[in-house]
C-alpha cells in the first residue's frame, strides 16, 4: 500500500498497547478450587487435548489427580512440577495408565525382600562391590589352605561393612552401576531390600523422593545422610519389574503416573502431553484465571481493534487494521486443520462474537459455540505472554532500519 514502516510500526505499538487492555478486559473464569479434581481437570483438559485429542478426559484426569496428590497442604504455591513424574512401560493400552503415590523406578530388587514399611533408604552413588587393589601384586601359595584363606579377609570386612548397615535399622540399599554377587549374597543374609540404578539422574531424583544423601564411598551413612520411606515394595508390570518408593512427607510428596501403551512412539508423544498438562497446573496455581479457548479471545480482540482502528487519524489507521485482521489466523488455522471451511467459520464466529468474547470453534463438531460452557479454556497467563512476546518480536523487526 506504499505505506513507510515508520507508520506501520506507530499502528502496531498503537495496536498491541489495545490488545493487552482487551485482554484484561475479557469475559473470564477465576478457579477457586484448585484441589478438587473435576475443577483441575476441567481447567487443564483443553491443554492435553491440543496434543492427544481423543484421549484429554482420561488423561487430564490423571495429572489432576497426581497434581493434587503433590500439592503442599499448607500453601498450594509450593506444588513442584519435579514431584509428578511419569514412567512409560510398554505394553497394555493407554487406558491401562494409573497414578501412584510415590516414586516409580523400573528396577527389581536383587534380594528376595519384596516389601518393607517404614523403612531407613541409603543411597550410594558407586558401585556395591569389594575394592580391588591399585597395583598388581604376587601372592604365592603352599597348600589348599593358603588358597581357602586368600579372599577370606576381604570378604569378611566386606560383610561386616554390610552387617553394619543392618545394625544401623537400614533395609533399603540404592546402588549405582554394578552390584557384585558376593554383595546380593550379604544383603539377602541380612534381609536387606537392594535395589541397583544405571542412571545418575534417577539416582539423584530418589535421593530427593527419601530425602537422602547419595554417598560416594562404602561406609556407613550418618543418621543425617539417610532417607526415610514409608514404604517400598516390589511391583510386575506386564513382565517389567518396578520399584514403588512411596513417602508422604510434605516436602516431597511423589506422584508418578505409569504410562502404558503398545508403542515407544505413542509413548514419548503422551508423555509430552502429560508434560504440557503439569505445566499448566503450575502456571494455574500462580494465576486461576482463564479466557475461552477455540480462538474466541483472538477474534474477539481481533474485532475490537478492527472497530479501534477506524477511530484513528493518519496513515497508521491501515496498520491497526491489519494488526486486527492479524488474529484472525487462530480460528482459521483451527478449522482448517479439523477440516472445515475457513471462511464459513469466520463468518458465524465474527456474528455471534458481537455479542460475548466466548464464541468459538468446537474442533470434535465444527460448531460454533460458547467455549466457556463447552469447557474449552485457555490459561490466561499464558495467553498474556505470548501475545506479549510476540508483539515485542514484531516490533523490534520492525524498528530494526
Known amino acids: 500500500m506504499g505505506l513507510h514502516p515508520s507508520e506501520i510500526l506507530i499502528g502496531y505499538e498503537k495496536a498491541a498497547a489495545k490488545s493487552i487492555e482487551l485482554l484484561d478486559t475479557i469475559d473470564s473464569y477465576t478457579s477457586t478450587k484448585l484441589r478438587e479434581q473435576d475443577e483441575l481437570t476441567r481447567m487443564i483438559k483443553s491443554t492435553v487435548a491440543s496434543k492427544q485429542f481423543g484421549l484429554e478426559d482420561f488423561l487430564a484426569g490423571l495429572i489432576a489427580k497426581a497434581a493434587i496428590h ?46 518393607c514399611t517404614d523403612c531407613k533408604v541409603a543411597v550410594f552413588n ?124 510434605e516436602e516431597n510428596k511423589m506422584a508418578t503416573i505409569l504410562l502404558r501403551g503398545s508403542t515407544t512412539a505413542m509413548l514419548d508423544d503422551t508423555e509430552r502431553a502429560i508434560d504440557n498438562g503439569v505445566s499448566t497446573v503450575k502456571t494455574l496455581i500462580r494465576n486461576a484465571k482463564v479466557v475461552a479457548g477455540a480462538g474466541a479471545s483472538e477474534l474477539w480482540i481481533g474485532q475490537q481493534i478492527q472497530k479501534f482502528s477506524k477511530e484513528q487519524p493518519g496513515l497508521d ?33 465474527y456474528a455471534k462474537c458481537v455479542d460475548s468474547a466466548s464464541f468459538g470453534i468446537d474442533c470434535s463438531d465444527g460448531e460454533v459455540k460458547n467455549a466457556m460452557e463447552a469447557s474449552i479454556v485457555d490459561s490466561w497467563e499464558t495467553k498474556t505472554w505470548a501475545l506479549k512476546l510476540c508483539f515485542d518480536v514484531v516490533i523490534t523487526i520492525l524498528r530494526v532500519d
Open 126 to 249: 558407586t558401585n556395591i562391590e569389594m575394592q580391588q587393589g591399585e597395583t598388581k601384586g604376587t601372592v604365592l601359595m603352599k597348600n589348599a589352605e593358603d588358597l581357602l584363606n586368600y579372599t577370606k579377609g576381604e570378604e569378611d570386612a566386606f560383610e561386616s561393612w554390610i552387617k553394619g548397615l543392618a545394625e544401623a535399622g537400614i533395609s533399603v540399599v540404592v546402588g549405582s552401576g554394578s552390584m557384585s554377587e558376593l554383595a546380593q549374597h550379604f544383603f539377602e543374609k541380612y534381609k536387606i531390600y537392594a535395589v541397583k540404578i544405571m542412571s545418575k539422574w534417577e539416582l539423584k531424583r530418589i535421593a530427593r523422593a527419601v530425602g537422602a544423601t547419595p554417598i560416594v564411598k562404602l561406609v556407613t551413612p550418618s543418621p543425617d545422610e539417610l532417607g526415610f520411606a514409608n514404604e517400598v515394595s516390589f511391583k510386575e508390570i506386564s513382565s517389567t519389574w518396578c520399584t514403588v518408593f512411596r513417602r508422604d512427607q
Open 70 to 115: 503433590s500439592m503442599p497442604n499448607g500453601n498450594i504455591a509450593g506444588f513442584s512440577t519435579d514431584n509428578v513424574r511419569v514412567q512409560k512401560i510398554l505394553g497394555g493400552g493407554i487406558y491401562d495408565s494409573e497414578v501412584v503415590h510415590g516414586m516409580v523406578v523400573t528396577r527389581g530388587s536383587m534380594t528376595s525382600v519384596k516389601h
Open 317 to 349: 489507521q491501515y496498520a491497526v487494521e491489519k494488526f486486527g485482521v492479524a488474529f484472525e489466523v487462530i480460528p482459521r488455522t483451527l478449522a482448517e486443520n479439523s477440516g472445515l471451511k475457513a471462511e464459513k467459520v469466520l463468518a458465524d464466529m
